[in-house]
């Protein structure tokens, strides 16, 4: 369980100076625990401290840092289970999914120690031309300066993690506002990383008010914003950052195409755990399902099959697939998107019935597509059928969309697969499988509304950090 109350980190510590904000059991609905709430005069304080670690975490050799992750690594694992049911109580995450989760931050944490003594430049000749005959130079690459990472609710663990991990790596102190709703497990990280030996300041870990954030985005002593959320949010925050570089991963609402050559039951298998994988609350949850006509009927009704036998219910039960919304709030606003998709026209497939917070698995076909449920990101457990006949056109109406995350296709022709890495509007294309996947290695991230920048621990190692040339001039 729990604790009954959680600190706040500021430059290293724990600090509980007030127990203002409540965490809930995101399934009860009850108060699950308290936490230390920040507020302005703390977010200086740890900016601060942040700046004054900075000389110190870049000046620490790599393989000091690669044990201070590596500690993180043993820790994590170590604590797995812990990791696991907080996260089930404060995200209403399925303990099943849960532990994957935790997996994967032990598993971002080792990637990181791994590329932490990986920060290589390069030899590059000058003398391209008379004038710089017996010129060269190299370059190297330097940590940016203190960073504000802004992580959001669906991921508390791994998404604190494609964060801090690569900041520790290259050397950057950090200031971190996780989730009000579901801070627990990055204050659990910074537990652990309490235990190492960073420099004082090199770490701050701070839930607070949404009013009382401002200086996470507008202060210029920080380098680098780092913001995972709602594209409403994330648009608002890089108008507001100065002259901070910014990364944004931001919503989407997710295309799979299914071509007719696909393996139906393998296709409807994948897709089932796509679209409904944690209540669907992940911003590359299968949203639009694009069937080719030779196969859709009995595409359809093996999805709707599969779909209708996912357990609802305590996110603690090991058979439980789908847990509660992140709120009733949230339940009820996808709740009137599907009423509303259904009063212009859309079938309603499966699913459709919430209470509270817990909304059934849905599916539905024929919904307009300016409809929210096609237009707009869903983050919940709903996805909509349409069929296609040419494949070229199936393409046109994923792009069809202010978002370009990720989009999955089902097919086995190789001509096809190049076709749609050219031409989707996307940061990736996944052959075979959905576009839910992501492995922690790789650049992620996405186009248009979808946001700006790769997460990926060497890719975001580039962003936290600026390339410093040398140019020598030989006799």
Request: aromatic residues 6%; charged residues 25%; negative net charge.
């Amino acid at each position: 369980m729990l604790k009954e109350t959680y600190p706040y980190y500021l430059a290293n510590k724990p600090l509980t100076p007030n127990t203002d904000l409540i965490v809930t059991d995101k399934y009860t609905g009850k108060p699950a625990t308290r936490v230390a709430l920040a507020d302005a005069k703390v977010i200086d304080q740890a900016i601060s401290k942040a700046v004054d670690a900075a000389e110190a975490m870049r000046k620490m050799p790599s393989y000091q840092r690669q044990d201070i992750i590596n500690h993180c690594v043993k820790r994590f694992t170590e604590r797995a289970e812990e990791l696991a049911l907080s996260l089930c109580i404060e995200a209403g995450k399925p303990i099943k999914d849960s532990r994957g989760e935790v997996s994967r931050l032990i598993d971002t944490f080792r990637i990181a120690a791994e590329e932490s003594v990986r920060m290589t430049g390069e030899v590059l000749p000058l003398d391209i031309s008379p004038r710089a005959k017996g010129y060269t130079s190299m370059w190297k690459r330097v940590p940016i300066g203190p960073c504000s990472l802004i992580s959001p609710f669906n991921f508390p663990l791994n998404l604190v993690a494609h964060k801090v991990a690569p900041a520790l790596a290259v050397g950057c102190p950090f200031v971190l506002k996780p989730a009000s709703r579901t801070p627990i497990g990055a204050l659990i990280i910074g537990e652990v990383l309490a235990e190492t030996d960073l420099p004082e300041g090199a770490f701050s870990i701070l839930p607070c008010s949404r009013e009382g954030a401002g200086l996470f985005t507008t202060d210029d002593r920080l380098k680098l914003l780092s913001f995972t959320g709602s594209p409403d949010v994330g648009w608002a925050l890089k108008t507001k950052a100065g002259k901070k570089k910014v990364v944004l991963e931001l919503g989407g609402n997710a295309g799979c195409i299914v071509d007719s050559d696909a393996d139906i039951d393998d296709a409807v298998e994948r897709i089932v755990i796509g679209a409904f994988y944690q209540s669907g609350q992940s911003c590359i949850s299968v949203q639009r399902i694009l069937i080719h006509e030779d196969i859709y009927d009995v595409f359809r009704d093996k999805l709707v099959s599969s779909t209708k036998k996912l357990k609802m219910g305590d996110p603690k039960d090991e058979s439980t697939f789908i847990g509660p919304m992140i709120s009733e709030s949230e339940a009820k606003r996808l709740d009137e998107w599907i009423q509303s998709a259904v009063a212009r026209g859309g079938k309603l497939l499966c699913g459709g019935h919430r209470e509270a917070a817990m909304l059934e698995a849905t599916l539905l076909e024929d919904v307009p597509i300016d409809e929210n449920l096609c237009a707009s990101e869903a983050f919940g457990p709903v996805a909509v059928l349409a069929k296609f006949k040419d494949f070229s056109e199936a393409l046109k109406t994923i792009n069809d969309s202010k978002y370009g995350l990720q989009a999955g296709v089902f097919t086995r022709d190789l001509y096809k697969a190049y076709q749609a890495w050219d031409d989707l509007e996307v940061g990736g294309v996944v052959i075979g499988d959905i576009p839910s996947l992501r492995v922690d290695n790789m650049p992620y991230g996405g186009v248009k509304d979808s946001g700006i920048g790769r997460e990926g621990i060497r890719f975001a190692m580039e962003d936290m950090t600026e390339i410093r040339l040398l140019v020598i001039r030989g006799v």
